[in-house]
Nanobody
Framework: QVQLVESGGGSVQAGGSLTLFCTAS????????MAWFRQAPGKEREFVAS????????GYTESVKGRFTISKNNALNTMYLKMNSLKTDDTAVYYC???????????????WGQGTQVTVFA
Protein backbone atom coordinates (compact mmCIF):
# COMPACT_ATOMS: atom_id res chain seq x y z
CA GLN A 1 0.00 0.00 0.00
CA VAL A 2 1.21 3.49 -0.87
CA GLN A 3 0.52 6.40 1.45
CA LEU A 4 0.54 9.98 0.20
CA VAL A 5 0.80 12.83 2.67
CA GLU A 6 0.33 16.47 1.69
CA SER A 7 1.58 19.47 3.61
CA GLY A 8 2.26 23.14 3.08
CA GLY A 9 -1.26 24.49 2.87
CA GLY A 10 -2.34 27.63 4.67
CA SER A 11 -3.84 31.08 4.29
CA VAL A 12 -2.30 33.74 2.08
CA GLN A 13 -3.32 37.06 0.66
CA ALA A 14 -4.14 37.27 -3.03
CA GLY A 15 -0.97 37.73 -5.04
CA GLY A 16 1.06 35.72 -2.56
CA SER A 17 2.75 32.34 -2.86
CA LEU A 18 2.61 28.92 -1.24
CA THR A 19 4.41 25.64 -1.85
CA LEU A 20 2.66 22.33 -1.33
CA PHE A 21 4.48 19.08 -0.63
CA CYS A 22 3.39 15.48 -1.21
CA THR A 23 5.50 12.64 0.13
CA ALA A 24 4.94 9.01 -0.83
CA SER A 25 5.72 6.14 1.51
CA UNK A 26 4.86 2.48 1.95
CA UNK A 27 5.67 -0.27 -0.50
CA UNK A 28 8.04 0.52 -3.35
CA UNK A 29 6.55 3.46 -5.14
CA UNK A 30 6.01 2.50 -8.78
CA UNK A 31 3.28 4.75 -10.11
CA UNK A 32 4.17 6.46 -13.37
CA UNK A 33 2.38 9.76 -12.77
CA MET A 34 1.69 11.98 -9.85
CA ALA A 35 -0.76 14.83 -9.88
CA TRP A 36 -2.34 17.62 -7.90
CA PHE A 37 -6.10 18.06 -7.79
CA ARG A 38 -8.20 20.55 -5.88
CA GLN A 39 -11.75 20.74 -4.67
CA ALA A 40 -13.55 23.89 -3.65
CA PRO A 41 -16.75 23.78 -1.55
CA GLY A 42 -19.71 22.71 -3.64
CA LYS A 43 -17.56 21.93 -6.68
CA GLU A 44 -16.19 18.78 -8.26
CA ARG A 45 -12.59 17.72 -7.81
CA GLU A 46 -10.51 19.50 -10.45
CA PHE A 47 -7.21 18.55 -12.07
CA VAL A 48 -4.43 21.06 -11.44
CA ALA A 49 -1.15 19.58 -12.67
CA SER A 50 0.66 16.31 -13.26
CA UNK A 51 4.22 15.09 -13.65
CA UNK A 52 5.75 11.89 -15.01
CA UNK A 53 7.71 10.36 -12.17
CA UNK A 54 10.67 9.32 -14.34
CA UNK A 55 10.68 11.59 -17.37
CA UNK A 56 9.43 14.72 -15.65
CA UNK A 57 6.94 15.67 -18.36
CA UNK A 58 4.42 18.07 -16.87
CA GLY A 59 0.89 19.17 -17.63
CA TYR A 60 -1.28 21.93 -16.22
CA THR A 61 -4.85 23.03 -16.31
CA GLU A 62 -5.22 26.30 -18.21
CA SER A 63 -6.17 28.42 -15.22
CA VAL A 64 -2.85 27.82 -13.44
CA LYS A 65 -0.41 27.93 -16.36
CA GLY A 66 2.32 30.48 -15.76
CA ARG A 67 1.48 30.69 -12.04
CA PHE A 68 1.93 27.14 -10.68
CA THR A 69 4.95 24.86 -11.11
CA ILE A 70 4.92 21.14 -10.39
CA SER A 71 8.20 19.41 -9.64
CA LYS A 72 9.61 16.34 -7.90
CA ASN A 73 12.52 14.89 -6.02
CA ASN A 74 12.71 11.16 -6.76
CA ALA A 75 15.27 10.50 -4.05
CA LEU A 76 12.89 11.89 -1.44
CA ASN A 77 9.73 10.45 -3.07
CA THR A 78 8.34 13.97 -2.87
CA MET A 79 6.33 16.07 -5.27
CA TYR A 80 5.92 19.82 -5.01
CA LEU A 81 3.49 22.46 -6.23
CA LYS A 82 4.86 25.97 -6.18
CA MET A 83 1.94 28.39 -6.42
CA ASN A 84 2.58 32.04 -7.27
CA SER A 85 0.24 34.95 -7.92
CA LEU A 86 -2.49 33.21 -6.00
CA LYS A 87 -6.09 34.26 -6.58
CA THR A 88 -9.15 33.91 -4.39
CA ASP A 89 -10.44 31.38 -6.94
CA ASP A 90 -7.52 29.11 -6.01
CA THR A 91 -9.06 28.53 -2.59
CA ALA A 92 -9.68 24.78 -2.21
CA VAL A 93 -8.52 21.60 -0.57
CA TYR A 94 -5.54 20.38 -2.58
CA TYR A 95 -4.95 16.66 -2.99
CA CYS A 96 -2.04 14.73 -4.40
CA UNK A 97 -2.64 11.53 -6.32
CA UNK A 98 -0.63 8.77 -7.97
CA UNK A 99 -1.50 6.55 -10.90
CA UNK A 100 -0.32 5.06 -14.16
CA UNK A 101 -2.15 7.22 -16.69
CA UNK A 102 -1.52 10.75 -17.85
CA UNK A 103 -5.03 12.03 -17.37
CA UNK A 104 -7.06 14.75 -15.71
CA UNK A 105 -9.69 12.23 -14.66
CA UNK A 106 -9.65 11.67 -10.89
CA UNK A 107 -11.01 8.12 -11.17
CA UNK A 108 -7.88 6.99 -13.00
CA UNK A 109 -5.63 7.59 -10.00
CA UNK A 110 -4.98 4.74 -7.58
CA UNK A 111 -3.73 6.55 -4.49
CA TRP A 112 -4.77 9.79 -2.82
CA GLY A 113 -3.58 11.91 0.05
CA GLN A 114 -5.85 13.34 2.72
CA GLY A 115 -5.73 16.88 1.34
CA THR A 116 -4.38 20.20 2.55
CA GLN A 117 -6.40 23.42 2.74
CA VAL A 118 -5.32 26.46 0.74
CA THR A 119 -7.19 29.68 1.47
CA VAL A 120 -6.53 32.83 -0.53
CA PHE A 121 -8.10 35.99 0.86
CA ALA A 122 -8.58 39.34 -0.86
Amino acid sequence: QVQLVESGGGSVQAGGSLTLFCTASGRTFSSAFMAWFRQAPGKEREFVASIHWIGGITGYTESVKGRFTISKNNALNTMYLKMNSLKTDDTAVYYCAAGNQRTARPGAYDYWGQGTQVTVFA
